[in-house]
């Protein structure tokens, strides 16, 4: 009889019937790109390896060489509210002609749709960081696919545009499940090969030390992650972009890195 009893727990526990779950608890991750000098493009660690076979992207690889004949550099913003430095920002990317993409939050839309809408009508391509910037990592697809939808929605009933499936995982924090979602749904999940901290507005980089680290960090085919809020980044932006002139770059697109323009 007890051997009886032992088989049929065992069998109650594989099943789950006394709530015990079977599965490991879903990873977090934190992106990060280790800042590399001499030009030469980072690398992300072993255990972020998986994040390009998932429809991530963080650097462009055919264009790895400093001396290559061809430099590209992508640049991207996060951008959550205004403080006035997102319309400066706008003014300089109109005067130096360049093409940059913005990931937008609910908050943007909802409160400076105007300036929303001139991203678009600039040339700009207005990307998804979900509608409240939560940490996706935990939650489920259906909680992401919600907030992903949701900012879609806000964005084509305020602007009258549709939104670029491109997705930045709020603070960098995602996990596998996240990017399988996204990629099996047809968004194409950007990360960054170069950051600094920028993000805090009451601890602002010097317009020298930011630019020297920027300009030190700098590598082809580079994804660049700027805050627009930043005073110092629209202070110095127009100054970087004539130094990437300068130095060969073109700036590209996200349907260029991700070859959607080809696709499409």
Request: aromatic share 10%; glycine share 6%.
């Given at each position: 009889m007890?051997?009886v009893?032992?088989?049929?727990?065992?069998?109650l526990?594989?099943?789950?019937?006394?709530?015990?779950?079977c599965?490991?608890e879903?990873?977090?991750?934190?992106?990060?790109?280790?800042?590399?000098?001499?030009?030469v493009?980072?690398?992300?660690?072993?255990e972020?390896?998986?994040?390009?076979?998932?429809?991530?992207?963080?650097?462009?690889h055919?264009?790895a060489?400093?001396?290559?004949?061809?430099?590209?550099?992508?640049l991207?913003?996060?951008a959550?509210?205004?403080n006035?430095?997102?319309?400066?920002i706008?003014?300089?990317?109109?005067?130096?002609?360049?093409?940059?993409?913005?990931f937008?939050?609910?908050?943007?839309?909802?409160?400076?749709?105007?300036l929303v809408?001139r991203?678009?009508?600039?040339?700009h391509?207005?990307?998804?960081?979900?509608?409240?910037?939560?940490?996706?990592?935990?939650?489920?697809?259906?909680?992401?696919l919600?907030?992903?939808?949701e900012l879609?929605?806000?964005y084509?009933?305020k602007?009258?545009?549709?939104?670029a499936?491109?997705?930045?995982?709020?603070?960098g924090?995602?996990?596998?499940?996240?990017?399988e979602?996204t990629?099996?749904?047809?968004y194409?999940t950007?990360?960054?090969?170069?950051?600094y901290a920028?993000?805090?507005?009451?601890?602002?980089m010097?317009?020298?030390k930011?630019?020297?680290?920027?300009?030190?960090?700098?590598?082809?085919g580079?994804?660049?992650?700027l805050h627009p809020?930043?005073?110092?980044?629209?202070?110095?932006?127009g100054?970087?972009i004539?130094?990437?002139k300068?130095?060969?770059?073109?700036?590209g697109?996200?349907?260029?890195l991700?070859g959607?323009?080809?696709?499409?």
């Amino acid at each position: 009889m007890k051997k009886v009893f032992l088989i049929l727990l065992c069998a109650l526990l594989l099943s789950g019937m006394l709530g015990i779950s079977c599965h490991a608890e879903e990873a977090s991750y934190n992106w990060y790109c280790v800042h590399v000098k001499d030009h030469v493009q980072p690398r992300v660690g072993a255990e972020l390896s998986f994040v390009e076979s998932l429809g991530g992207y963080y650097i462009d690889h055919a264009h790895a060489g400093w001396e290559d004949t061809e430099k590209v550099i992508y640049l991207t913003f996060d951008a959550g509210y205004e403080n006035g430095n997102i319309a400066k920002i706008l003014d300089v990317l109109r005067k130096e002609e360049v093409p940059a993409a913005f990931f937008i939050l609910g908050n943007l839309i909802t409160k400076n749709t105007d300036l929303v809408k001139r991203m678009a009508e600039e040339g700009h391509t207005v990307c998804n960081h979900t509608v409240r910037h939560a940490n996706m990592s935990t939650k489920s697809d259906e909680e992401l696919l919600r907030e992903l939808h949701e900012l879609e929605r806000l964005y084509e009933e305020k602007t009258g545009y549709q939104m670029a499936p491109f997705y930045r995982p709020p603070e960098g924090r995602f996990s596998k499940k996240n990017l399988e979602c996204t990629k099996a749904n047809g968004y194409d999940t950007i990360f960054w090969s170069f950051a600094y901290a920028d993000w805090d507005n009451n601890k602002q980089m010097s317009p020298e030390k930011a630019k020297q680290k920027i300009l030190e960090n700098l590598h082809n085919g580079e994804i660049m992650l700027l805050h627009p809020t930043s005073s110092t980044n629209a202070e110095i932006l127009g100054d970087i972009i004539k130094e990437l002139k300068a130095q060969g770059f073109r700036f590209g697109t996200l349907d260029q890195l991700t070859g959607r323009s080809a696709r499409s």
